[in-house]
């Protein structure tokens, strides 16, 4: 059983993605065997074809869509940038000599397909309200740092040589420490746990880049961040602290269940409290090295 | 009258913490953070910081291992988390080598050690 793909994807093409990933993502029926299988293979193949991420991204966002279906989209959508993002067209296939040639490597993924998710990732991550799905977002906008970060080493590696600086180093994704302060600074506690999250796995990807231009980006980058993050990790930590010592400080006889009641009521502050206190790690412990 | 830890909790018994083992590897680099200027906001608020929350953290510990406030053990583990992370980063910035320390050592050393003291009254 085939499946016929597109040689390219576009917005017409959402509701066949749909129904291709919400096959895959479902158990086997017993009326139709192989047909998981199928769909599974064909959603393989579509990570390399152009126009194919926005189209898993949209069904993403689409909050209508069911869970596991939006979840499927998801991985698909990190599985496409990890895997092609970084990838650039070699001019003369690498082959062993008395080795079969190799087939031809996938073309790069277009400057379109990133610029449209790019202008949309973000924002789409900062509003969603699912833990899980959240989760894999900022995991996914790491991804497209780092990918973004790789493509442009090249061109930073020589305006570093050339004299210049990290400071100078062209902007990768400009609008991604923007947007991702701008949540910081949200009334919503989801959205700004949300954009913790996405600034924790960033910095924690881009600080494991071992090249010395992406590590010279990375200082450039924390140097930017810190004072904010800096700010919002006493302002978290500071009410944490007070919050707990209230309880040590119940009058005796206090029914243990309102302490308790009290104390499940912080969970999500104290994982807000983690995500900067880790995210402050990497920018302190990698951000500044020994001269 | 007592307080709700003195009639729930023993804060004075000593607890163990295994996350705070992790600290002890060796640190050997110098970075320069101490040398810049967020570092005086940064240790200014830290020192306390680590203070307190490690009372919490042990009033969190010895809560959450009664059968009844099991509820907050997931509170108590995030709150060690952070704490450890605190200490860790303290202790790489000083190019601290905490090997073969008590687990407890690298915080009591960020709040009591002298010399630590005074190179943050220094910046």
Sequence with gaps: MSIQLPS??????????????KVAAEPDQPSAPGRRKAAEQA??????????VPVVHAIFCNTKVAHNV????????????????????????????????????????????????????????????????????????ALVVRAEVRGMGRSAGRSVGGGGGPSQAPQFWPDFFPTVMDGLRSESQDVVFNALQIL???????????????????????????????????????????????????????????????????????????????????????????? | MGTFVSDHCDVHQHVPSRQLTEVCGVYDR?????????????????????????????????????????????????????LTTMAKTVAKVRGQNCTGLHPRRPVCRAMTDPDLQLFFLEH
């Design chain 1, 8 to 21: 390219q994807f576009d917005a017409n093409h959402i509701e066949m993605v749909h129904t291709l990933l």
């Design chain 1, 43 to 52: 959603v393989q193949k579509c990570l390399f074809v152009p126009g194919f």
């Design chain 1, 70 to 141: 939006r979840f499927v989209a998801i991985v698909c959508a990190k599985n496409a940038v990890s895997q092609h993002w970084g990838k650039t067209q070699r001019r003369v296939p690498f082959r062993r000599r008395g080795a079969a040639p190799s087939p031809p490597a996938p073309p790069p993924a277009s400057e379109a397909d990133k610029r449209q998710l790019k202008s949309a990732l973000l924002q789409s991550v900062l509003r969603e309200s699912d833990t899980l799905l959240a989760r894999h977002g900022a995991l996914l906008a």
């Design chain 1, 200 to 291: 924790f796995h960033a910095m924690d990807t881009f600080s494991k880049m071992k090249i010395l231009v992406h590590k010279m980006l990375f200082q450039a980058q924390s140097a930017r961040v810190l004072p904010a993050l800096q700010q919002l990790f006493q302002t978290l930590a500071s009410n944490l602290s007070t919050d707990m010592l209230s309880i040590q400080q119940l009058p005796g006889g206090t029914p243990p269940s309102f302490a308790v009641q009290k104390i499940s009521g912080m969970r999500q502050r104290v994982k807000l409290c983690l995500f900067a206190a880790k995210t402050l790690r990497r920018c302190i412990v990698n951000g500044y090295v020994r001269e």
């Design chain 2, 30 to 82: 110098t970075p320069s953070f101490a040398e810049s200027p967020a570092a005086h906001a940064y240790f200014s608020f830290v020192l306390p910081m680590l203070k307190q929350l490690n009372s919490s953290v042990v009033f969190l510990e010895t809560i959450s291992a009664k059968d009844e406030f099991r509820s907050v053990a997931d509170v108590y583990r995030d709150t060690e988390k952070v």
